[in-house]
């Protein structure tokens, strides 16, 4: 019996990729709470900003019926879950944080904010490199002859020390 994975081309091992599998996993959840894929929950710290990201979550997207036919109608209710005082920040920029969500999806998708006060969970930043040493800045700046300023010096070695990094 073969798995139905063998035949990726980018996987020699038969095993999937975490991104095919992860989609069929959560799919169900997802949908349930009216989120049709996980685009707007990846990137709500962009959306919103991390400061308002932070301290809230978004937890539910309700699709608006019309009346009679049950239709949708143009744009659906996002309810958002903040903590305390953010609320009312987020109450106060709501009309922005709509433009922002529409902008994102290119469409009215969201007409409308419920804001819920309660405990949001902390999803773990990735993580961060660990910082570059004293050691290493002081001896690749003093590669830098021909540069006076010692600050300047050290900013670039710490700039091409981050490049190094970011290459790998």
Do not use: C
Not at 153 to 159: D, E, I, N
């Amino acid at each position: 019996m073969t798995d139905k994975f063998d035949s990726n081309p980018l996987r020699s091992s038969g095993t999937p990729h975490v991104s095919k599998v992860l989609g069929r996993i959560t799919g169900r959840t997802m949908n349930r709470r009216g989120f049709s894929d996980s685009r707007m929950l990846e990137n709500w710290s962009a959306i919103v900003g991390p400061q308002l990201a932070a301290m809230s979550q978004p937890v539910r997207l309700s699709r608006r019926k019309s009346g009679r036919d049950g239709e949708e109608t143009a744009g659906g209710v996002l309810t958002v879950k903040a903590e305390g005082a953010i609320a009312l920040e987020i109450q106060h920029l709501a009309p922005q944080i709509i433009d922002r969500l529409n902008i994102y999806y290119g469409y009215a998708a969201i007409a409308r904010l419920n804001i819920v006060q309660g405990p949001v969970t902390v999803t773990p930043s990735p993580l961060s490199p660990p910082p570059i040493k004293d050691e290493e800045i002081s001896a690749l700046a003093d590669d830098f002859d021909e540069i006076d300023t010692p600050r300047l010096k050290r900013a670039l070695a710490s700039l091409a020390l981050l490049m190094r990094r970011d290459k790998g």
